[in-house]
């Protein structure tokens, strides 16, 4: 869900220890709002495979499985997004993260108690995954340079405020976006949700994709029909 205000960002971590994160994670949240700690797997997974996770932090020591088996796991579910994986511990064995990094994990850092240091990692993660294109099909291209999207080839130019809600719910296309969540990320003002832009700018992208391309669900506001996309 990566449209560029930190409360946009979702962050989790997973970790049974988690006495030894308050200090990181109160740092954290003031720059992040979507930071989360679960305590087991089990629960871990469950968030996973409902919600869109931009990052995920796991303890090596995890248990019952540790994070290497953990992430082998999760590699094979079907979780909402693909999160950058990151596993950190205080073993710096090379052996350790040779296996961290065979199982598919993204990153093992040594910092995690260090709040200052894990918030300029985690600012830089965030800008390279920022980066990347998002895209749900081949016959859909997100130019954000030119507010264009481009669908089986065909360039669909749209004013920069719809330009923006369709690149969000297109980022996450199995969440539901609350309107205070839309204008969050895409005004930084939650006063917005509670006037009729929002609904305006919806419209307007179901005129010129189709009426069904936005879903709106009653207290869960609007997500992205990826069926009818492509």
Known sequence: MLTGGNNC??????????????KTIDVLKNNYKNTKVINNEVEATDFLEAESVDVLFLNLDLLPNDAVTYTKELKQKKLVSEPFIIIYSDKQDDFVQELAFNSGVDGFINFHYKPAVMLLYLKNLLKR?????????????????????IKNGEQIHLPRKEFKIFQLLFSSPDKFFSKTEIAECI?????????????????????????????????????INKKLIG
């Open 129 to 149: 995954k920022q980066k990347k294109e998002p895209t749900i099909n081949k016959n859909i291209i997100i130019d954000e340079e030119r507010y264009l999207i």
């Open 9 to 22: 960002f979702s962050i989790v971590f997973v970790d049974n220890s988690i006495h030894k994160l308050f």
């Open 187 to 223: 005004w930084k003002d939650e006063s917005v949700s509670k006037k009729r832009i929002i609904d305006v700018h919806v419209y307007n992208i179901r005129q010129l994709f189709g009426k069904r391309v936005i879903q709106s669900q009653k207290g869960n506001g609007y997500r």
